[in-house]
């Protein structure tokens, strides 16, 4: 699992509110992702990440913003939460290869579920 | 347009025989796919990857083979036990650090 935790595993807010996300990796990865996961779509990307302060949107990207200030910490922040955001959140990291080959070979962490109501 | 997805969003197998899991992809410039396994209330696990360049890779009890002519991927698990029940992922690395991930399938192995 790349050691990857993620933080709250569960969680339940309400509407307009924020929540902050957070992916904690303890292997020195350089790349991170968040990803979410609904019934039909399978996973898709929000953003990611390629170092400290080095972050690009995904594919679902609207509605997030994400924070990497230090190598093992990447945060997902929902400003305003909304009912069509309620998914499992997954976090991942790539494995580099000597010499930083970039594999893209992601890891997960185990996820959150967020219920917005 | 362009897409990942699967041919069966279910497959129900034998314990014992082979299981067989196919992905299509539409985008000819992708160079590396992946399978990944996820089961209930766990995040997704690599299986195997296989490069654009190959055609076949086989792991423990797994094999990968890539059709680049018709944009095809299957995952083949030999000797399906009760513990490869999850549901399959191929993702696909259409460059830019990111992958696309297909819709799933779930395999059921019975006892």
């Known amino acids: 699992d790349a050691g990857i935790t993620q933080s709250p595993r569960h969680k339940v807010t309400e509407t307009g509110t924020p929540v902050t996300l957070r992916c904690h990796q303890t292997e020195n990865h350089r790349y991170m992702y968040w990803y979410r996961q609904d019934p039909g779509h399978g996973l898709r990307l929000i953003h990611y990440?390629?170092?400290?302060?080095?972050?690009d949107k995904g594919e679902v990207s609207d509605g997030y913003s994400v924070s990497r200030s230090k190598t093992e910490d990447f945060l997902l922040t929902l400003e305003s939460a909304t009912s069509s955001q309620t998914s499992v959140y997954f976090c991942?990291?790539?494995?580099?290869?000597?010499?930083?080959?970039?594999?893209?070979?992601?890891?997960f962490g185990p996820g959150t579920r967020l219920t917005v109501l | 347009g362009e897409s990942v997805g699967l041919h069966l969003p279910t497959l129900s197998v034998q314990e014992g025989d082979n299981s067989i899991i196919n992905c299509a992809y539409s985008?000819?410039?992708?160079?590396?796919f992946i399978w990944y396994k996820q089961e209930s209330g766990k995040g997704p696990q690599f299986i195997i990857d296989?490069?654009?360049?190959?055609d076949k890779r086989q792991g423990q009890r797994v094999t990968v083979l890539l059709n680049k002519t018709v944009k095809h991927l299957s995952l083949q698990i030999a000797a399906t036990q009760p513990g490869d029940s999850a549901v399959y992922f191929c993702?696909?690395?259409?460059?830019?650090?990111?992958?696309?991930f297909g819709t799933g399938t779930r395999l059921t192995v019975i006892p």
């Open positions: 991942a990291a790539d494995r580099e290869g000597s010499g930083g080959t970039h594999y893209n070979e992601q890891f």
């Open positions: 990440s390629y170092g400290v302060k080095d972050t």
């Open positions: 985008n000819s410039a992708s160079d590396y």
């Open positions: 993702a696909e690395n259409r460059g830019a650090n990111n992958l696309f």
């Open positions: 296989i490069r654009s360049n190959m």
